[in-house]
């Protein structure tokens, strides 16, 4: 009697309870979700049906959300969203998600799949509407970590892939991928699809968090982190961790190298630009994952392999631009991996593996189809709210392209796969005639692994470079393309196979006579033109052809002169080429070109030099040192090395003193280049540090860099070449703190300053116009 008294007094509080809530459910606009937590607690089972009610109703604000034009957070509300979770209900479905993990029965039950589905969309949806939902979940590591076992279902693959990416992008700290349940029998029983979608979130885990703090990239504080991080990053460790799975770069290559079907018809173009405006709009996810479900669901009973996707009916009724896009949209986060993995700590390993699986040859073919295609005016299109970021897939696909190939080409022997065996051929040859041996990377290159076709992939760069406008972004990661194919050790048969190719010409037009106002575009062209004239003396005599009158030659300057943080690799090439050519007077075609060329003329004079050095010291101080603006000190140091090669460093040092009497600020100048010289050695001296880029780029022993520091730090201040001697007792170490407030610019950046002000100018650090962080390459959705 007891008990059913407890039960009917339990009944009518309950009762009770449900129309004050009812009531309040109606005042508070609540949509009945209270209730349908409150069924959803008491039904819910494996196979519980009520979630899909839920979902019906959320997804309509996640839809309005991320259709709405740029809307703030605080102009929106998702009353829905917030009301469910307010009650409870993201808890609620974590629960019910992860219930058959807890039980102690050892056959665990199977969860409805339809349910699972509706679990993930609503979090999804949550996450999306409701401002903390998607940091509440990241601080979950157990959930994180579960749902990775749920991408085993080809059914449930997608909605728990658009949660994982959400949810670690938000993470305070990165997810150990060696902790995922049986990893590697996750990854190899993905289909290509499903491969390509877990890239998205793969680019999360291995790539080093942007600090998104300036001061945080200056070298002073990557030192200090360095430091305090002496073992490998969570990013490191992951990367190892990916290639230590069986397959996964053969088949990432072949992802990245699938051939799509070549669009036809008339309608085309317009037709691609119609599905750009639809990304734009943000829906293409919602459709490409409902059509990448049914493809599951249909290749379930098939093979897995790459096929599946190109047979789809779903497929077949889609435009065939819409394809292309899908394709392409899957490549870029392909692309981003390996170029990640190439830039690690494993990069040789990397290396081993994409010339094995013929990556290059692979995107050389299909560089005309897909990579690059005729250019129309929806490629340029400026998306998204950062005007400085082309984030169509298209033109994200591109850049990421091109970011692979610096990274494939840079000071690694592997660049000839770039070339196909007539290029090859010709490199020889060009080594034949001038009587110089071949260097060895090209003996050693495997000619079944480099590119088919008429053409290689540099050549192709080019071609495509010389086509596009003035100010296109493009031409900053094309240029800095072909210029990794020239770093290193400087090879004259590189520089002519380029030479014979116009590219010079086209450079100098650029910068010259284009009216290209980019300055990260001129300094990609800066950089590249230096290592393409190098020690090259048919490459001046190009150059005084085309810069053929003064008013050429001052534009040049001027350009020059506008910012030297941009240009000072280019002032380094000259200074290096001017003292080599000084000494092959022997040589008739040698004297001649010094005596013609106008730009070897100007840097002859000591007045122009010094002007440079003063310029390149008084624009950095060790405060302000990144790895963009470092290069500024040692062009600055070359400019003294090769002084004292001729016992002229006491002149150069005390032409600096005499330029800070006259400027008025004695001491300041010498002060802050002895700083940098201390900051030169604690940094390249380190044992960690790699060097010999100093020492290829130069072609001086990097003996003779340390050498020369240590004598111009001296403390003997009656040497004539220590910087000490030439600072008056009143003036040594000076305190920075007192002088940093008259530490101004005085007009634009690079300029010489008027007293008593110092120009230590913080020029931008950040290369190229459109920064490809993971969160870039997945902005599509």
Known sequence: IYLHLVTMSQARTLLTYRGLLQERDKRAKWHGIPTLLQKLYESSHPNSDLSHVLSSQLSMEAMSFVTEDRKTAQESTFPNTYTFDLFGGVDLLVEILMRPTLTMQKKKPKMNDDLVKDCLSVLYNCCICTEGVTKSLAARDDFVLFLFTLMTNKKTFLQTATLIEDILGVKKEMIQ?????????????????????????????????????????????????????????????????????????????????????????????????????????????????????????????????????????????????????????YKVEVLYVLCVLLMGRQRNQVHK??????????????????????????????????????????????????????????????????????????????????????????????????????????????????????????????????????????????????????????????????????????????????????????AFKRFNKYVNTPEKFQTFLTQINSSLVDSNMLVRCIVLSLDRFESQTEDVKVVEVLSECCLLSYMARVENRLSFLFRLINIINVQTLTQENVSCLNTSLVILMLARRKAKLPFYLNALREKEYAEKYPGCLLNNFHNLLRFWQRHYLNKDKDSTCLENSSCIPFSYWKETVSVLLGSDRTSLCAIASYIDEPFMDLDRDLYRPLLQSKGGVGEPVCPPQIAHIVERTIKGPCKMTPALVVCFR
């Open 177 to 329: 991928l060696e902790g995922i349940p049986n990893l590697s029998g996750l990854v190899q029983s993905f289909d290509q699809q499903q491969l390509a979608n877990f890239c998205r979130i793969l680019s999360v885990t291995i790539s080093e968090p942007d600090v998104g703090n300036d001061d945080k990239h200056t070298l002073l504080a990557k030192n200090a982190q360095q430091k305090r991080n002496a073992s490998p990053s969570r990013a490191e460790v992951n990367q190892v961790t990916l290639l230590n799975i069986p397959g996964f770069i053969e088949r990432l290559c072949k992802l990245a190298t699938r051939k799509v079907s070549e669009a036809t018809g008339a309608n085309f173009l317009q037709e691609l630009e119609d599905w750009y405006t639809w990304l734009d709009n943000a829906l293409v996810l919602d459709a490409l994952m409902q059509m990448a479900t049914e493809e599951a669901e249909q290749s379930s009973t098939e093979s897995s392999d790459e096929s599946s996707l190109a047979t789809s009916p779903l497929r077949h009724r889609l435009p065939q631009s819409m394809k292309i896009v899908h394709e392409i949209m």
């Open 353 to 538: 593996m994409l010339a094995e699986f013929r990556l290059i040859p692979g995107l050389n073919n299909l560089f005309e189809k897909l990579i690059w295609r005729k250019y129309t005016a929806s490629n340029h299109v400026v998306h998204g709210q950062n005007e400085n970021c082309d984030c169509s897939p298209e033109i994200s696909f591109k850049i990421q392209f091109l970011r692979l190939l610096q990274s494939f080409s840079d000071h690694h022997e592997n660049k000839y796969l770039l070339l196909n065996s007539q290029e090859l051929n010709e490199l020889s040859a060009i080594s034949m005639k001038a009587n110089i041996p071949e260097v060895e990377a090209l003996v050693n290159t495997d000619r079944s692994l480099v590119c088919d076709g008429k053409k290689g992939l540099l050549t192709r760069i080019l071609t495509v470079m010389k086509r596009e406008p003035p100010d296109s972004s493009f031409r900053f990661w094309q240029a800095r393309a072909v210029e990794s194919f020239l770093r290193g050790a400087t090879s004259y048969a590189d520089q002519m196979f380029l030479l014979k190719r116009g590219l010079l010409e086209h450079i100098l037009f650029c910068i010259i006579d284009s009216g290209c106002t980019s300055r990260d575009v001129l300094q990609s062209y800066f950089d590249l033109l230096g290592e393409l004239m190098k020690f090259n003396i048919d």
